[in-house]
């Protein structure tokens, strides 16, 4: 029977938190796999197991765990029965030669890396490592070679059972979804915002999405494409809110009554509120945005301060520090960036001024948000907005049965 063994990122999960961070990444290992029928996802001392069904398309599966956060890399492995107290190493050996007999990668050279989860065995690391790699070279002729040899075999020892591998993928990295609570994530459908979301579930968090539209000014491009980006980044936390927002009126009203420099702040600042006001509703402790520093006006030094004076949950900004390269790398490696480059129109491209204010001063801000109703416009604002959900995988229609 064929396993995947899974080795997360130890450091990560320190303490007494190890417990509550391991079951949560079982759980979302789980929940990458639902529609696979894959059930045995078990803990394995400091590893984790999942045993895979004899049919099981192995490709698929390390599509879905390179996207789990919180593993390190994982290896497909066979098992071996082991007698703790008489460990004879030819059945070890002789399944790992055969193994390579049918390897489809050619190799010239190669090691054995060994583990031992359980130091009672009389054998050490290293006796294993030279038993079973003088096996592999009796039956195989290639050469042992310590430093980058073309096929590494890895042996993870356990009491009873030993399983071994002849490859190591690499995971994603980062903390279990989840285990860092729910941030509120503004999503626009440019570049920027999907990668924001992307880092912090990365650091663990669930991202619940608020976008905000031009509706009914504009047509509902931006929100389809919205839509799109959510359910690719739905692969990464297997469920998904989005709540969309008619902005169209309010900017309107924004429209008739600010200076054109001011109105960017003043859009901004209302965004906030109204995320603020979804965010406290899906028990989020922060929001997030897309930002880097001084990439567009709305992003000066100033902007983003008076901006921040509007948000009653601490605003996170993920990429605050990247520049506009690093960032297109990154969604072109989540998979966003291509659904983010297509032409459309959100509340951003509506009444945009030709010179917005940089130097934007809260006491300007105040004076101008005293002339609006601004706790009715964040109402409605809120009042107005509508959910959605997401899944990952996507839930399959039944097939009918004949
Ligand atoms: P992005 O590429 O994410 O659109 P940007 O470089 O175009 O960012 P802005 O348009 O100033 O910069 O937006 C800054 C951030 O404000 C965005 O990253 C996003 O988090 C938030 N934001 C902007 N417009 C919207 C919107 N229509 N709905 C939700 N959030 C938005
Ligand atoms: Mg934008």
Known sequence: MKHVIIHYHELAL?????DFFERRLIQNIRSSLRDLRITRVESLRSR???VLPTDA????VADRLRRVFGIANFSLAEAVELNLANPNLDGLAGRIGKALLHHNDPFESFRVTARRAD?????????????????????????????????TVYIHLLTKEAYFSLDKIEGPGGM???????????????????????????RG???VFVHFSGRPLVSRASEEKVR???????AYQYRSKLYVVPFGTIQREIVAQAPAPYRVVLYRRLMVRIAGELAQREKCWGLVTGDSLGQVASQTPENLTVIEEAAEVPILRPLIGMDKTEITRQAEHIGTFTTSIEP?????????????????????????????????LVKQGVDAAEPSEFTFPLRQAPTPSS
Request: with cysteine; charged share 25%; net charge positive.
């Open 344 to 376: 459309d129109e959100d509340c951003c491209s509506l009444f945009t001024p030709p010179h917005p204010s940089t130097r934007t001063r809260i006491d300007d801000i105040r004076r101008i948000e005293r002339s609006f109703d601004t706790g009715g």
């Open 57 to 60: 398309n192995h490709l698929q």
């Open 48 to 50: 984790i197991r999942i």
């Open 176 to 202: 279990p979804v989840g285990v860092s609570g729910t941030v509120a994530c503004l999503i626009s459908g440019g570049i920027d915002s999907p990668v924001a979301a992307y880092r912090m579930m990365k």
């Open 14 to 18: 320190k303490g007494r938190n190890r």
């Open 119 to 151: 130091k009672r065995l009389v054998l050490t690391s290293m006796d294993v490592e030279r038993a079973v790699g003088a096996h592999v070279h009796q039956v195989t002729g290639k050469k042992v070679r310590l430093k980058n040899p073309d096929l």
């Open 205 to 207: 968090c669930n991202a």
């Open 228 to 234: 799109e980006l959510v359910q690719i980044l739905t």
